[in-house]
């Protein structure tokens, strides 16, 4: 299923200061029995989100109208737990296109490169200096640049580089997930089926 296309992002950043933040808590398994990647933005965070009554918790993060944007910026080792790409699926519908934190758990981190969440692995030192800055400055905004694997303090202009993997940054900036990049080499595709 193909995603939007992520090439410079600038947006202001949500602080989730919180560290091992697993994919259970991103999202609970009762609520895994859909297939379609719709739907499950609603329960991103559930049960930090909302109470056992369904009310919205006033001292999470995600329910304080003073933070926004596409980029969430965690704790560290944030995606562990069991490799359910669901979490991902919640991150995405949500509205967050990149996470950003100073240790991801790998299958989460691959889960989000084929989703179209882009997972920016920085510092220790970065993580803390973003998550203070957009704490207390909640308008501050962060620029990730994905054609130069950057990732910058808007305000302050201190930045970091980050790795991606050639074949996911490049269908990250195409929106392609891994069907998506083979139908667009149909052709080349065909044409080598051809000569065979």
């Known amino acids: 299923m193909a995603y939007d296309k ?8 949500v602080p989730l200061p919180t560290d091992n933040v697993d994919t259970d ?10 297939t379609e990647r ?9 049960d930090w989100r909302y109470d056992v009554e369904g009310n ?3 001292d999470f993060v995600l329910n304080d109208p ?3 944007g596409k980029i969430l910026v965690a704790g560290r080792n944030f995606g562990s737990g069991s490799s359910r790409e669901h979490a991902v699926w919640a991150i995405y519908d949500y509205g967050f296109r990149c ?3 100073s240790f991801f758990a790998d299958i989460f981190k691959n889960n989000c490169l084929n989703i179209g969440v882009l997972p920016v692995t920085v510092t220790p030192e970065f993580a803390d200096k973003l ?19 950057k990732i910058t303090l808007d305000s302050t202009g201190e930045s970091e580089s980050f790795d991606i993997n050639e074949y996911k940054k490049a269908n990250m900036q195409n929106g392609f997930d891994d069907i998506d990049y ?6 080349e595709i065909d044409a080598f089926a051809a000569n065979k």
Do not use: C, H, W
């Not at 808590?25 to 859909?34: E, M, N, T, V």
């Not at 083979?182 to 052709?187: A, E, T, V, Y």
């Open 6 to 13: 992520f090439t410079v992002l600038t947006s202001t950043a």
């Open 25 to 34: 808590q991103i999202i609970p398994a009762r609520f895994l029995k859909a």
């Open 38 to 46: 719709e739907g499950f933005g609603d329960n991103l965070f559930r």
């Open 56 to 58: 919205p918790k006033k």
């Open 66 to 68: 003073t933070y926004s």
């Open 99 to 101: 996470v950003v934190s």
């Open 131 to 149: 998550l203070d800055t957009i704490t207390s400055n909640p308008d501050a905004t962060i620029t990730v640049d994905i054609p130069n694997q």
């Open 182 to 187: 083979l139908l667009n080499m149909s052709d």
